[in-house]
């Protein structure tokens, strides 16, 4: 087998370290530990019940992880940018994103990555986790996004990210067209 060209191999640029090991390490285990620690101070029982935990639990993990994970590919690839893009310019994405699931929910990072803490406190059968957690994630995002993120977007993007705000919702997407998308198109798919 020919070695492989060493221009063809992914750049790891040692800035995104940080950011992907507070994303992918750190948060699910303060995730864990908050859960943990806010059922023993406010007396949360176990809930769901086993076996409903894991069948719950881990198809709204996997689901918000899949939205994410998704919604950040398509970030990556089409507009040239990552999720930390309002706090880094360099990871500012380069082209408004309005394809794909961007089509049906402005903020699908967001919407993906609270739902895998409250699918991992399903899971552990923390209310804490599951409740608490999520909620305070959402409050943070939201904050972050409308302070930081959407005034650079407005700014950057002008009457283009103006109209985009107008026609396509905040967090919550529209189901029908977005079943209805994975169902008749690649619009969700790898290529993205």
Do not use: C
Not at 121 to 150: D, Q
């Amino acid at each position: 087998m020919p070695p492989r060209n060493s221009s063809s191999l992914p750049t790891i640029r040692l800035r995104y370290i940080g950011p992907y090991l507070l994303i992918f390490l750190f948060v699910p285990i303060i995730t864990i530990l908050a859960g943990v620690w806010m059922d023993s101070i406010f007396l949360l029982p176990p809930f769901p019940p086993f076996p409903y935990n894991l069948i719950i639990g881990a198809s709204i993990m996997s689901s918000g992880a899949a939205v994410g994970i998704k919604a950040t590919r398509h970030l990556r690839r089409v507009g040239k940018g990552l999720p930390w893009g309002a706090f880094d310019k360099q990871a500012q994405s380069t082209l408004l994103v309005t394809t794909g699931i961007y089509s049906h929910i402005r903020n699908p990072i967001t919407l993906g990555y609270t739902l895998l803490p409250l699918g991992m406190g399903l899971l552990f059968r923390s209310l804490g986790m599951a409740i608490l957690v999520p909620l305070i994630i959402l409050v943070i995002m939201v904050i972050r996004i409308k302070k930081y993120e959407e005034p650079q977007l407005e700014a950057r993007f002008g009457e283009e990210y103006l109209e985009y705000k107008r026609t396509t919702p905040f967090l919550v997407p529209r189901l029908l067209p977005l079943i209805y998308n994975l169902e008749k198109t690649p619009a969700l798919s790898d290529r993205e």
